[in-house]
C-alpha cells in the first residue's frame, strides 16, 4: 500500500480564460445576423451540399429562359424587327411562376417549420429578440430569397436590352416597374408560404399546403379569367385575378405602370386597381399578423 507522500497531486494551470469585456450589441445586431443566415440557408450556403441542389437548380432554371432570349435579342434584332423585350418583364415571372412557386414551397419549411420541430426557436428567444423580431426576420429572410430568384432574371433581361441598344430611358422604366413588381411577388409568396409552413412540424405537410395554396389557386383563377373572356363577362374575371397573387401583383403592375397584361382580364379603371392595391397589402399585412398570432402560441 502506498503511503500518503507518493501519491499523485494534482496542479492547477491558469490558461488565462478571460470573461468577454466587449459591447452587447444587442436586438439589432441579432436580428441582422439571423436574417443574413436565413437568407444563406435558403439557398443551402453552409448547409450540406444536398441542401444546395434544389435552389441551385431552381434559380439556373429560372435564368436560363431569360438567357435564351436575350441571346435571340442580341443577335437577331434586326433579322426579327424586335424594338423591345420579347417578354415583358412583368410577364416573366408567370412564364415562371411553377418554378417560383416550388422555391417557396422547398424553402418555406427549412426556415419556419424546422425551427418549430427541433424546438430551436427556444434557442433563439433565449437571445436579445423578441417573438415579432423573429418573424419578421424570418419572413424578410423568405422575401428576400424570393426576390433575388424573381428578380436575377429580370437583371439579365435589362442588361441584354441595353446591349441590344433599346431606348434606355424607356428600357429603364419598364425594369424598375417589373422590379416593383417582383418585390410585391416576392412579399406575397413569402408571407402565405410562411403561415402555411407555421401551422405544421412535418416539412412534407407544409410542402404540400404551399403548392396547393400558390398553384391551384393560380390554376383556378386562370380558368375563371379565360371562362369570362369567353362569355364577356371581364368584372368576374378582373375579381377572380384578386385570389392569385400572380394575378394580383400583375393587375398591380398594370394599373401602375400601364406595363403589358399577362391575364385576359387585367383590371380596369381606377377603382379597380385600387381594390388590387389594397388586395395586395392585405395580403402581405395579413400573412404578417397571422404569423404574429401563431408564435405567441409557441412556447
Not at 250 to 274: I, K
Request: glycine content about 10%; charged content about 10%.
Amino acid at each position: 500500500m502506498s503511503s500518503p507522500s507518493e501519491r499523485p497531486s494534482g496542479v492547477i494551470h491558469d490558461l488565462g480564460y478571460r470573461p468577454y469585456t466587449g459591447p452587447r450589441l444587442g436586438e439589432g445586431a441579432v436580428a441582422w445576423s439571423f436574417l443574413i443566415t436565413g437568407l444563406r440557408n435558403t439557398y443551402g450556403l453552409g448547409r450540406s451540399g444536398r441542401s444546395k441542389v434544389l435552389p441551385m437548380i431552381l434559380l439556373a432554371t429560372m435564368l436560363l429562359p431569360a438567357l435564351i432570349l436575350v441571346g435571340v435579342l442580341v443577335q437577331a434584332r434586326d433579322l426579327l424587327g424586335l424594338d423591345s423585350q420579347i417578354v415583358a418583364y412583368s410577364t416573366y415571372p408567370l412564364t415562371t411562376q411553377l418554378v417560383i412557386s416550388v422555391f417557396v414551397a422547398a424553402q418555406a419549411p427549412a426556415l419556419v417549420s424546422r425551427d418549430l420541430r427541433f424546438r430551436t426557436i427556444t434557442l433563439y428567444l433565449a437571445r436579445p429578440m423578441r417573438r415579432s423580431t423573429y418573424v419578421l426576420v424570418r419572413l424578410a429572410s423568405l422575401a428576400v430569397a424570393t426576390f433575388l430568384l424573381i428578380g436575377a432574371p429580370l437583371l439579365l433581361m435589362y442588361v441584354g436590352g441595353v446591349l441590344a441598344d433599346l431606348p434606355l430611358g424607356r428600357e429603364t422604366g419598364r425594369f424598375l416597374g417589373g422590379l416593383v413588381g417582383a418585390l410585391l411577388l416576392a412579399a406575397c409568396l413569402a408571407g402565405l408560404a410562411a403561415v402555411m409552413a407555421s401551422l405544421t412540424v412535418r416539412r412534407g405537410l407544409a410542402v404540400a399546403g404551399v403548392i396547393v395554396v400558390l398553384v391551384v389557386t393560380y390554376t383556378v383563377v386562370s380558368t375563371i379569367q379565360g371562362i369570362a373572356t369567353e362569355t364577356d363577362h371581364d368584372t368576374v374575371g378582373q375579381v377572380a385575378g384578386l385570389f392569385s397573387p400572380y394575378t394580383l401583383v400583375n393587375g398591380v403592375q398594370r394599373f401602375l405602370f400601364d406595363s403589358p397584361a399577362a391575364t385576359p382580364t387585367p383590371p380596369e379603371g381606377t377603382g379597380m386597381g385600387l381594390l388590387y392595391l389594397v388586395a395586395v397589402a392585405l395580403c402581405v399585412l395579413g400573412s404578417v399578423g397571422a404569423l404574429l398570432l401563431r408564435y405567441r402560441r409557441v412556447d
